[in-house]
């Protein structure tokens, strides 16, 4: 137990160290004109994260052997949709954010100008590098098009930004929990769920039945994610989490533990790891990642 | 003459009308959830320009004889990608402008939250537009491959993002002709290129040498567009542009009137046209309507 528990370790560095340098050659360097705008566009993206997506891609990878560059496109790719949202969510118009990850926002460091323009290119450029470096063969095409389209439904007002007009419109209402998973679902699930079929995708065009089963799981983890999120805002430190605690309650937003309490959501917690889990069982062994990361999400602390 | 000029109008016409019903098609129903959002991004893009973009994808579609689903498709998306710049470019942190089009811009209809996610959304929604529908058969996928990661390139930061970039860095300083030439090439020329780049590819792999024409093409109508734009900002009044009329002089922009003055401004527009008619010369009759375009752009008065 021991050593699976530090070899998901070491898989994990090796995954964030390979993004950190997958990114780093993905975005235009900042000695290109314009130079503050790339320079900017890196600050969001690296040197920050858990990484959680890029994680995701590549344990989903693992269920049918995908290749190692598909893949770190399709990672870099979802993690440059990610940063942009949290740039663009920390707008003043927005969240009004002034800490991400320990540093200042991009309009914070920058200015508003540039935080909105950093987070429109960050978008662009996702879809630059996903479609880039197509093997040769209509069949690869062919399936980098739905990858493409995948990210780009995930992205949009059916997935992430549909997710935070949901929330916006949402401050100050008692939502149902069922309201409340729908929003999270779009909010961060969809980009979750994009992770976890982009990865396999990359290894090959997927049946009905293993979709639903990764949807099933994604579903689990994506609403697990943000349980745990919740939990921690309520009870971790500014300094622990990166950015600012307790922001929820503050601005009266509705939260599983505003809604549920602090014992069941952590109950909750557990029980969506299990279903995640589960909904791996048809994919045996090569599915080891997978449920380490339901096992990292839950358990974490930050 | 008269016949010929009366027949481009009713084709533009036609053209117009079909990517209304086309437009509204891709975007999402204002009777979906998030319904506001859906609502704001159908008002962004609906009812309102001249739908210079698409005019150039069918006219281009005409070079090789694409089909029609295609070319509405890259059209779609185009007016996507061009209608979410124009909602962050009139936001406060930007250019602050209340009128677009005659109506309110969106962050003064709605709110400047909305006007972000509705920016974000439409950019994704153009590459969900432009992922859709692929034919079965040879080649198909990956022309449309290209097509997107053209789209793509033009629309970040080596295209119309990285152009506004400049443009903001630019306010109050005294540009040379070049660089202010430079910074109108990312910020619109991108666009327009891609669109007739797309309408192109649409209907076959292209040669180097067409990709040569068609450049020439897009560089010179694209530097006429923002000429004739300058010379309009300095002479129109703001009922006529549906826009705030002088604000480029106000905010001590740059433009082609300030730096050439407004004869030699015009004379550039005309020379540019010339260049433009030149380049299409290897299409023969096939290049007319992208004649008539560049003509259109030298002689428009709004």
Redo the contacts between chains.
């Keep these: 137990m021991t050593s699976s528990i530090a070899s998901f370790a070491d898989w994990m560095k090796q995954v964030q160290s390979t993004m950190e340098e997958a990114l780093g050659a993905s975005l235009?360097s900042d000695a290109t004109?314009?130079a503050?705008?790339?320079e900017a566009?890196r600050y969001a993206v690296l040197n920050g994260g858990k990484r959680v997506r890029p994680l995701l891609v590549f344990a989903a990878g693992d269920l049918f052997d995908a290749d190692a560059a598909s893949l770190q496109r399709a990672a870099a790719a979802l993690e440059m949709i990610h940063a942009?949202?949290l740039v663009?969510d920390d707008?003043p118009?927005?969240d009004d954010d002034a800490l991400r990850r320990g540093k200042p926002t991009v309009h914070v460091k920058y200015?508003?100008?540039?935080a909105?323009?950093v987070?429109?290119?960050l978008?662009?450029?996702a879809?630059?590098v996903l479609?880039?470096g197509?093997a040769e063969g209509?069949g690869q095409?062919?399936r980098?098009?739905a990858m493409?389209?995948l990210?780009?439904?995930a992205?949009?007002?059916?997935?992430m930004?549909?997710g935070?007009?949901?929330d916006?419109?949402s401050i100050g209402l008692a939502l149902s929990l069922g309201e409340l998973e729908h929003m999270h679902q779009l909010k961060t699930g969809a980009l979750l769920r994009a992770s976890v079929l982009l990865g396999a995708l990359a290894g090959k065009t997927l049946s009905d039945a293993e979709i639903a089963a990764l949807d099933a799981y994604s579903v689990a983890i994506g609403l697990a994610f943000q349980v745990v999120d919740d939990v921690l805002d309520a009870t971790a430190d500014s300094a622990t989490l990166g950015k600012t605690a307790g922001k929820d309650a503050a601005d009266n937003k509705p939260t599983y533990v505003s809604i549920l309490g602090l014992a069941e959501s952590k109950a909750l917690a557990d029980k969506l790891r299990d279903d995640a889990h589960r909904a791996l069982m048809p994919f045996g062994e090569k599915a080891r990642r997978l449920r380490e990361i339901a096992d990292l999400i839950v358990q974490r602390k930050a």
């Design positions: 235009p004109v314009p503050r705008l790339h566009m942009y949202s663009h707008m118009c927005m200015d508003e100008a540039t909105l323009l987070g429109d290119a978008q662009s450029q879809f630059v479609s880039e197509v209509e095409a062919t980098r098009l493409l389209r990210l780009a439904q992205s949009g007002s059916a997935g930004c549909g935070q007009a949901i916006l419109a």
